[in-house]
């Protein structure tokens, strides 16, 4: 099993280049026919016609693919389209007319919801190549569909989300459904995608896009680190799993800390120790015995791993111990504070550039801002493409959290994490996750797969907490804790269960 592609819409319009010629059926008529089975799938059990609003592109064609087909299955539908119809591009134009010759027609205005409603309304208004704000009247039916008390169908993409950044682009359909075509976009994954595309159905008309154009961009999933679940043998010790190492705890800050030392620890390290800034801080951590707190000048000698930055401050010492934490020959994620220390001194920047051994970044996206030296909102407009400027300008394995996370390589791959939600949208969270890569590192994990699994780990055990009715209101960083580890041995268990005897 191999880790689905995900393509930015340059290379989804090539791979349509390529297959266009001579493709039988054509490609619109494929997609339509695709999403009119989502449709009737929607529609199994609901009674009542079918809304569908058509732009004047390719999308519309689409839709008039799916009204047709709609029509042979005996459904009603109320098609409303306004454009001129010499205006469609050819394709669009020949599913136009083949919508008429089987009977059908179409309003030029939304009309009055029937007494029963509509069964759902399909969104064949505006595609992937969609780069301008949507205004007037597509906005103006846009805020009317999304007021109706029906499932809501997006064909390719919701109208008004930018298919490679999740953008909205003034305004968006909120579906409930998105049929997508060829492969998945990251628009559609990250930012507000999420949020107006919900449930997604992928169908691939046929095409494998892969053996068009190579995939630079993949969903994470257990696949891209599997390789690395090994199971433990039974003669071991502590030594074989590594020493971890926490640098921070400012005063008042040593939640931070201690939160990424337990994460560390209760994911596989075989020692961990958190180090602490603080002059005032505790000797030991009385709901974790097994920490190892220590002041910042006895830190150990050789790490296998080390994380700095959850708590550590901005201050004239901590820049200090950064600075001479960087220049050891070990794996070192960057967090918080960290991050933040290295876009206000240029010195930290390039002494962390020149580094050899692996560096893992973790910034929200402000502090993605600030390493790029541009603002929170010019991160989030285009997530991917930040993520991997930072990734190529820092040499570092980074991930940019946020709705659908994007993981980037210094060589310029690309990942999109669909797992998490909303819950995790408080304190600690991303120290917790820090915790978990230094605990993959300190085992000797590579550094990609590392941050691949943590994320993915961590925004899966928030989620199994929600199933079970914790969150996603009121869901703390802690409680990710255990969830992640039983989440992570039950992987263990499958990969031993799997290895030969």
Same mark, same amino acid.
């Given at each position: 099993m191999s880790a689905t592609p995900v393509y930015s819409v340059r290379d989804i319009l090539e791979i349509e280049r390529r297959c266009l010629p001579g493709a039988r059926p054509p490609l619109m008529e494929r997609a339509g026919c695709a999403?009119?089975?989502?449709?009737a799938r929607l529609i199994e059990s609901r009674p009542g016609p079918v809304l569908i609003v058509c732009g004047p592109g390719n999308n519309g064609g689409d839709?008039?693919?799916?009204?047709?087909?709609?029509?042979?299955?005996?459904?009603?539908?109320?098609?409303?389209?306004?454009? @001129?119809?010499?205006?469609?591009?050819?394709?669009?134009?020949?599913?136009?007319?083949?919508?008429?010759?089987?009977?059908?027609?179409?309003?030029?205005?939304?009309?009055?919801?029937?007494?029963?409603?509509?069964?759902?309304?399909?969104?064949?208004l505006f595609g992937i190549g969609l780069q301008r704000p949507i205004e007037g009247r597509a906005r103006e039916?846009?805020?009317?569909?999304?007021?109706?008390?029906?499932?809501?169908?997006?064909i390719d993409i919701p109208s008004g989300l930018e298919a490679d950044t999740g953008r909205v682009l003034g305004a968006c359909l909120r579906a409930t459904h998105t049929?997508?075509?060829?492969?998945?976009?990251?628009?559609?994954?990250?930012?507000?995608?999420?949020?107006?595309?919900?449930?997604?159905?992928?169908?691939?008309?046929?095409?494998?896009a892969a053996a068009q154009v190579p995939p630079v961009g993949?969903?994470?999933?257990?696949?891209?680190?599997?390789?690395?679940?090994?199971?433990?043998?039974? @003669?071991?010790?502590?030594?074989?799993?590594?020493?971890?190492?926490?640098?921070?705890?400012?005063?008042?800050?040593?939640?931070?800390?201690?939160?990424?030392?337990?994460?560390?620890?209760w994911l596989g390290a075989g020692r961990t120790y958190a180090c602490l800034l603080d002059p005032g801080a505790p000797s030991v951590d009385p709901s974790q015995p097994e920490l190892m707190l220590r002041p910042t000048n006895r830190m150990p000698e050789r790490p296998n791993a080390i994380a700095a930055g959850p708590g550590l401050g901005i201050g004239e010492e901590a820049e200090y111990l950064l600075r001479t934490t960087i220049h050891r020959d070990v794996p070192l994620l960057l967090d918080a504070d960290a991050l933040n220390l290295v876009s206000l001194h240029p010195a930290l920047a390039n002494v962390l550039k020149a580094r050899q051994?692996?560096?893992?970044?973790?910034?929200?996206?402000?502090?993605?801002?600030?390493?790029? !030296?541009?603002?929170?909102?010019?991160?989030?407009? @285009?997530?991917?493409?930040?993520?991997?400027?930072?990734?190529?300008?820092y040499r570092a394995f980074t991930v940019l959290?946020?709705?659908?996370?994007?993981?980037?390589?210094?060589?310029?791959r690309w990942f999109i994490n669909t797992t998490g939600n909303p819950?995790?949208?408080?304190? !600690?969270m991303g120290d917790v996750l820090s915790g978990i890569a230094l605990a993959l590192l300190a085992q000797g994990w590579p550094a990609e797969a590392a941050l691949l699994c943590a994320v993915h780990l961590h925004g899966a055990a928030a989620d199994q907490l929600v199933t079970s009715g914790i969150g996603p209101a009121g869901l703390t960083a802690g409680e990710t804790i255990a969830a992640a580890r039983g989440l992570f041995n039950t992987w263990l268990n499958t990969c031993r269960a799997q290895s030969p005897s």
């Open positions: 999403a009119a089975g989502d449709a839709g008039f693919v799916l009204a047709r087909e709609l029509r042979r299955g005996g459904r009603e539908t109320a098609v409303v389209f306004a454009e @001129n119809p010499a205006r469609l591009p050819e394709s669009a134009a020949r599913a136009y007319a083949e919508f008429l010759r089987a009977g059908g027609k179409t309003l030029i205005d939304l009309p009055p919801a029937p007494e029963s409603g509509w069964a759902l309304v399909v969104d064949a039916w846009i805020s009317a569909l999304n007021a109706l008390p029906a499932p809501r169908l997006a049929t997508t075509f060829i492969a998945l976009k990251p628009g559609l994954l990250t930012l507000d995608g999420p949020d107006h595309c919900m449930e997604i159905s992928l169908q691939r008309i046929g095409i494998e993949h969903c994470v999933d257990t696949s891209l680190f599997s390789a690395h679940l090994a199971p433990r043998l039974r @003669n071991t010790h502590k030594g074989v799993y590594g020493e971890a190492c926490v640098l921070g705890g400012a005063p008042g800050m040593a939640g931070a800390t201690l939160l990424a030392a337990r994460a560390a620890l051994a692996a560096t893992l970044l973790t910034p929200h996206p402000a502090e993605a801002g600030r390493l790029l !030296g541009v603002s929170t909102d010019a991160v989030q407009t @285009n997530r991917v493409a930040a993520a991997l400027e930072i990734a190529r300008n959290k946020g709705c659908g996370s994007v993981i980037a390589t210094p060589d310029g819950g995790m949208a408080s304190a !600690g």
